[in-house]
């Protein structure tokens, strides 16, 4: 938004659809949006949609004639069944975005064998917690959150749970790979502005263990050795 709010000629007319399972929390994100954009003077509109991605058809997104259509997912798409993951890529190839970004967890938590998952997220999640310790002081009210809400229900739910229980199913980017181009999408590689300003932003922290690579156009955000995060973009 603040990029759009700087152009030379005004911002244009921005509309952003958020999907999620709870109504309640994406229309919150939709007031924060609301309000960010009514600072910077763009004009703007959220459209909410309280479904789980695998539910959600194109006639929900209301798009108009001429819109110019970005797809962003961020740690979502390892969520959606297998079953159904597949029918969602191709519903969206065939909306023609033009451009489709995915953020997920660069680990393999998917297997089939109890054995294998609990091995990788012991690794997985040992970076992280490494990654907290040198990040956020032990009595942090910020650590405990996200440690509480977001990552002790992630290991769990990897470790103890089977069937359509498990809904974290994280794959590595090479895995992602496989499926955006067996749908039909080709890889975009990242801008050098995108890139200088991660690194920009990374720089803002005084922890040095953090690392920006990159892979084949897609950048991987790890801690010392271990990539914990990646990022790509995607065209039809």
């Known amino acids: 938004m ?42 703007f509109e959220f459209h909410p949609i309280g479904e789980k991605l695998e539910d959600i058809k194109p006639h929900m997104f209301n798009r108009r004639v001429g819109e110019a259509l970005a797809v962003n997912a961020v740690n979502t798409l390892h969520r959606v069944p297998g079953n159904f993951l597949g029918n969602l890529l191709a519903m969206i190839r065939n909306q023609a975005p033009n451009i489709v970004t995915l953020v997920e967890q ?20 040992s970076a992280i ?6 990040t956020f002081p032990p ?14 229900p992630e290991i769990r739910n990897i470790v103890a ?13 090479e895995k992602w790979r496989k499926l955006m181009e067996g749908k039909g999408f080709k ?23 953090y690392r920006l690579t990159e892979d ?18 995607w065209r039809c």
Not at 4 to 25: D, N
Not at 139 to 152: G, L, N, P, W
Not at 161 to 173: A, D, F, N, Q
Not at 189 to 198: C, D, E, G, H, Y
């Open 2 to 43: 603040q990029a759009l709010a700087a152009r030379p000629s005004g911002a244009p007319f921005l509309r952003i659809t958020g999907v999620g399972p709870s109504m309640e929390a994406i229309k919150e994100t939709g007031r924060c949006l609301t309000e960010l954009a009514h600072s910077l003077h763009i004009p």
């Open 106 to 125: 660069e680990a393999s938590h998917n297997g089939p064998y109890f054995l294998g998952r609990f091995l990788e997220a012991l690794h997985y999640y």
């Open 129 to 134: 917690f490494d990654s907290l310790d040198a």
């Open 139 to 152: 009595d942090s009210a910020q650590r405990a959150k996200v440690e509480q809400y977001i990552f002790a």
């Open 161 to 173: 749970c089977e069937g359509s229980e498990r809904i974290e199913r994280h794959e590595r980017l």
């Open 187 to 209: 890889g975009v590689l990242l801008s050098a502005n995108a890139v200088t300003q991660s690194k920009i932003l990374l720089g803002l922290y005084s922890c040095d263990g």
């Open 216 to 233: 084949k156009g897609c950048l991987l955000l790890g801690w010392q050795d271990r990539a914990i995060l990646a990022a790509s973009a």
